[in-house]
């Protein structure tokens, strides 16, 4: 059974350019969560998706950022016109129910750095 | 805005002794408090949750909650050197919100 897949694990982006994330839940889960750490710190909420819908994007930046997670296929977070402060780590989690009680399990993380 | 406070440590333990680790909450209405370990350079790993006031033991951990005071914290009974990580809390609320986190304390077990 596997776990959150998350691709790619690294990306270098060249200021200005579109990064695109990719997560695929697990198996038998709705529910996607977008979280970005930068190092030092803990994990910052960006984003809640459930299948073609977002629940809460309260935590994404206004400009560049968007999310989505279709009815078939991964959920993506696309990032326009990088700029170097957009150099982080972005985790993926997924659940299997929204009720706030559920735990999340994490993808192995995408790294991107902005050169 | 949800907050949710740890000290950063680093926290030093010896191998063998207990290491305690803490997290406050600002959020009255959380329901669900979530352990997770995260080693450098890699995505965190769930060790343990806790719904209800008192104590939730599993194997050398101990999560203990306390909503009154709107705390909660893990013991690490017999610490070993690969339990030296960056211990992250994390809360969560009612339905339809996702997790908050703290920023994670560091721990060094020595041998």
């Known amino acids: 059974n596997a776990g959150v897949m998350q691709n790619p694990r690294h990306l270098v982006r060249r200021r200005g350019q579109e990064a695109r994330l990719r997560c695929s839940p697990m198996?038998?889960?709705?529910?996607v969560y977008w979280y970005r750490q930068l190092p030092e710190e803990g994990l910052k909420f960006m984003v809640y998706?459930?299948?073609?819908?977002?629940?809460?994007e309260s935590g994404m930046p206004k400009e560049r950022f968007s999310a989505e997670f279709p009815k078939e296929g991964p959920s993506i977070l696309r990032i326009q016109q990088v700029v170097r402060g957009d150099s982080a780590a972005y985790f993926c989690?997924?659940?299997?129910?929204?009720?706030?009680?559920?735990?999340?399990?994490f993808g192995q993380g995408t790294r991107l750095t902005v050169v | 805005q949800k907050e949710v406070e740890q000290n950063s440590g680093p926290l030093s333990v010896p191998e063998g002794a207990i290491a305690s680790l803490n997290c406050t909450y600002s959020?009255?209405?959380?329901?669900?408090f979530f352990w997770y370990r995260q080693y450098s350079g890699k995505s965190p790993e769930l060790i343990m949750f806790?719904?209800?006031?008192g104590d939730k033991e599993d194997g050398r951990f101990t999560a203990q909650l306390n909503k009154a005071s709107q705390y909660v914290s893990l013991l690490i009974r017999d610490s070993q050197p690969s339990d030296s990580a960056t211990y992250l809390c994390?809360?969560?609320?009612?339905?339809?919100?996702?997790?908050?986190f703290g920023k994670g304390t560091t721990l060094s077990v020595s041998s």
């Open positions: 989690a997924s659940s299997d129910t929204g009720s706030g009680n559920t735990e999340a399990f």
């Open positions: 998706l459930q299948k073609e819908n977002i629940i809460d």
């Open positions: 806790i719904y209800s006031n």
């Open positions: 959020d009255r209405g959380s329901q669900s």
């Open positions: 198996k038998g889960h709705s529910h």
């Open positions: 994390a809360v969560g609320g009612q339905a339809g919100t996702a997790l908050i």
